[in-house]
């Protein structure tokens, strides 16, 4: 992720073997170990920490015995330190993120993490559980699911499904689309 800072500078933030902070000539600012870091979202989630934060999910290691860990959203300011982390269900080893405007402040405040769990990639299988809206103060402000039609109920409720965010009717607030493997 390539953010642009209000005094011009740029930062480029990026998941591999943790989560790293680099300027464009390639210094690295700060770099914290993660398991798998995925899906980074810079955002200004919190106005009272400065004008960007990132967040980013850690997904679910494999365990001893089977099935994975759950995934943990985390939130790090600019400097890298550490405000918050969440952990997800059980089941959310392939948990990923978006940023979101779901208030209508004009930037995203908040984050959409889906693939939380129910995926079929747990033992024992973890119920299906709704995406969920997190605040920049680590606070789930709404939950959402895909709907499916009665007759792909059963079978499409276990599988991955993907999230994009796009103002569709216009009012200054995002909305999420979801699809998945049927639709």
Known sequence: YAAQLPDGSWRLL???????????DGHELWHHPLAEAQHVVAGRFRPDLGPLQFM???RGQP??????????????DLDGAEVWR?????GSCFAACVALDW?????????LVYNRGGTGESVPPAPVQPAAIYD???NVVDTVCPAYPAERA?????????AVRADVWGDRRDEVIFSGPRG
């Open 63 to 76: 365990q001893a015995g089977g099935g994975r860990a759950p995934a943990t959203l985390y939130l790090y």
């Open 154 to 162: 059963e079978r499409d409720r276990t599988a991955q499904y993907y």
């Open 103 to 111: 208030s209508g402040y004009g930037e995203a405040r908040e984050v």
């Open 86 to 90: 969440r952990e997800q269900p059980q």
């Open 14 to 24: 990026f998941g591999n073997g943790g989560l790293h902070c680099l300027r464009p």
């Open 136 to 138: 920049g103060w680590g």
């Open 56 to 58: 980013v999910i850690d």
